[in-house]
């Protein structure tokens, strides 16, 4: 019997020892994992684990064109529209082959309307009535899908949680044409889009743009006037280093919450934050944002330059305004480890709100002529912007094929 009860607690021993061991190893495990997942900005924000347990498979069969994509931009009332139909045929007669579809619009709406229990049914239209057979148009069309999400301008989050946006007297800031804007120091802000960005990847849509990453413009202007959290960036006295680095770090994060996802990552960005070092009110670096995108897309539509790289009406000169860019955009890229896709916004309208004599009216010519000063550079892939939808005829798309 002593024997026996020496056994017993010999065991005991043995089995606490193991249970030590055990748990010790499961903690230095642990620490290693943690140490994968830590975010990598700067900030003190873990990036959730689950991301690295799963890669998801919406069942549909997109794939990236082989030459590249062209594209055009579609509301939500467009893809959920009758004009959804003539667009479908375009892309079908012509060399253009994709589509940036709204999924959260300028506004800050959805322009579908998710399950009734979804944290976002209250902040979306039904503009897309179904998003099921959206998809599945898309793809039995090989058009390819990429879902655009507006970030920081969003006047309906900043309406229904001030504390997320910027306030003047108490009241959400509002730019001269009644825009509110979030905060972009704030994770709650960047969760709430990359949430809507999940939803769309589990959709099918195989890249996730993000527009309107950035601060409101002038913001460097009112930096002192307004009041608004910096979250995990209060410490330092640099705000333009600041905004920088949240920004960067947005697009950052969204990468990686969105990798098991199977999606690209885009961002649209102003075309001038490629010709210098920053831009400092809106926080936007050409590089730092490039270095963590897939794709980057310049806006460089012509009217929206004011006299540059020599040119005094960059209106009226499409084909030399876009050559210009591409020489500068293609050095700044060339620098970096791992570029990005260069697929610029470029323009499919006509801008007489410059006055008579600035500018002129964008048709086959103007259009082919931005493609051809890309193309020319080796960017070999663009987007059309025209804020109706309505596109020019009988463009050719390759005009140097």
């Known amino acids: 019997m002593g024997k026996h009860l020496v056994f017993v607690l010999m065991l005991c021993i043995f089995g606490l020892l193991m249970g030590t061991f055990s748990v010790q190893a499961e903690t230095e495990s642990n620490k290693a994992r943690d140490h ?38 579609v509301t939500g009332n ?19 082959n994709s589509m940036v579809i709204d999924i959260k619009d300028d506004h800050g709406y959805l322009t579908y309307r998710p399950e009734e229990d979804s944290p976002f049914y209250n902040i979306s239209q039904n503009f897309i009535g179904d998003t099921d057979q959206l998809m599945e148009t898309l793809d039995d069309n090989e058009i390819y899908p990429i879902a655009r999400i507006v970030v920081f301008k969003d006047t309906v989050l900043a309406e ?24 972009p120091f704030l994770q709650e802000v960047w969760d709430y889009n990359i949430a809507i960005a999940e939803k769309a990847a589990k959709m099918g849509f195989k890249e996730i743009q993000f527009d309107y990453v950035r601060f409101p413009e002038g913001f460097e202007r009112r930096d002192d006037m307004l009041e608004y959290g910096l979250g995990e960036y209060d410490e330092g006295d640099d705000n333009v280093q600041k905004r920088v680095q949240a920004v960067t ?4 994060y969204a990468k990686e919450r969105l990798a098991p996802y199977n999606v690209d990552v885009s ?29 980057i897309s310049s806006m460089i539509y012509p009217s929206h330059w004011t006299p540059y790289f020599g040119i005094d009406k960059p209106d009226l000169y499409p084909y030399e305004l876009t050559k210009e860019y591409a020489k500068v955009e293609n050095e700044v890229l060339s620098a970096l480890e ?64």
């Open 36 to 73: 994968q997942l830590k975010k990598v900005t700067k900030t003190n924000l873990d990036v959730p684990e689950q991301m690295v347990r799963f890669k998801y498979d919406s069942g549909y069969s997109f794939n990236y064109p082989n030459d590249g994509v062209r594209g055009i931009y």
């Open 78 to 96: 467009s893809a959920g529209g009758q004009r959804f139909l003539s667009l479908i045929e375009l892309m079908n007669t012509t060399e253009l």
């Open 160 to 183: 229904k949680k001030p504390e997320l946006s910027f306030l003047e007297n108490g009241e959400v800031w509002k730019n001269g044409r009644g825009e509110a804007f979030v905060n």
């Open 249 to 252: 770090d947005f697009v950052a």
């Open 267 to 295: 961002v649209d960005i102003f075309g001038y934050a490629a010709t210098i070092s920053e831009a400092p009110g809106i926080g936007q670096n050409f590089s730092k944002i490039s270095a963590n995108v897939d794709v």
């Open 338 to 401: 791992d570029p990005p896709v260069s697929r610029p916004w470029i323009q499919d309208f006509t801008a007489s709100w410059l006055g008579t004599g600035n500018y002129k009216s964008y048709g086959k010519e103007e259009v082919e002529d931005q493609i051809r000063a890309l193309q020319e550079q080796g960017i070999n892939e663009f987007l059309l912007w025209n804020a109706t939808n309505r596109y020019t005829k009988d463009v050719n798309y390759k005009p140097l094929d």
